[in-house]
Structures are given as C-alpha cells and as structure tokens.
C-alpha cells in the first residue's frame, strides 16, 4: 500500500461522520428504557368522567428487554392495569393488559394499536388495530399517544373517535423514585 492510500484511508476513518441510522422510534425506545426499574407518580391532568379513576397514578417499568417494555399502571390501589409496549417489524405497539384481583385476564382486555410512522423521538401515536375495534365496539378511531421528555415527565394521552384533544391525559414525573 502506498503512502498516500494509507494517509487516505486513515483519514476517512478519522473523519467518517457517525451513523444517523438511529430512527425517531429508536431515540423513543431508548429514553422509554432508560426508566426500566424505575417507578413515579403523578397526576391525571384531563378526565373527561368516563373513566371515573379515583387516587393517584403511578407506574412501575417492570420488565425491559430490546423487544418488549411492561409497565405497571396504577391509579389508587387499582393495580389491574399493565401497558406493553412491542417493537415489531413495522413500528411500536400498545396494548393494555387489564387483569382482576386473582390474576385473571379481563373480559376487556389486550387492547391498543401500532404506530402508523416513525412519530418523533418524544412523542409516539398508536392507532387502534382491528383487534380493539372487534373487542370494544365504537373504538374505531381510537389513539394513544406517549410523550416523553427524559428527566421531566412521561405524559399518557387517550383521543376518543378521532377527537382532536384527549380525553384522558396523565403526567408522571421522571424523578427517579
């Protein structure tokens, strides 16, 4: 190898740009991780009544692999409720585990949807899947939304019929418990 070609090559290693390979769904994915272990409260900031929730909410990230995120949804001492967030080969998908007291699943349950695009790095939308509409009539235009901002707060969001606000919207403070 010539002097010149080795000047080169060790130049365009040097200089490479780094890979922009990461996705918006990537960059939500690893800031959803960095909060695996972890658990925080908050407050339920819209309630349009139709949820009747009484108490608190709090999470609980419980489980984190590179392909599947559980976290605990509590509201009060209501602690039936878990979201599972999937990474699958076209985006991310939300579904909604709803259990009873004994750990049986709830005739209303594994409910949700996939996201539509890749969103952006703090904010994805999951649009119903025709399992929902087929399991809850009337969900047709259904969508969840997450926003994270790290270290300030994680916001849940749920838009009825294809309104353009929520309906149901809860805040958690990213503090480490």
Partial sequence: ???????????????AEEPTSLTPQDHFWKAFQALC???YEGQITIDNG???LEGLPRIEVQHCSEREMRILFQI????????ILTRTGSGLRLKHDHRH???????????????YDVGQPTRQEFDVDQET???IPGTDKHQWVFEIHAGKVLAYELYRGGASKPGFRVELALSVD
């Fill in 37 to 39: 272990g972890h658990s």
């Fill in 50 to 52: 139709k949820n009747k």
């Fill in 76 to 83: 009060g001492d209501d602690r039936s409720r878990t979201w």
């Fill in 133 to 135: 509409v087929n399991l």
């Fill in 1 to 15: 190898m010539t002097k010149g070609l080795f000047v080169l090559l060790i130049a365009t290693v040097l200089f």
């Fill in 101 to 115: 007291a004994d750990g049986s699943p709830d005739k209303i349950t594994n409910y949700g949807g996939d996201t």
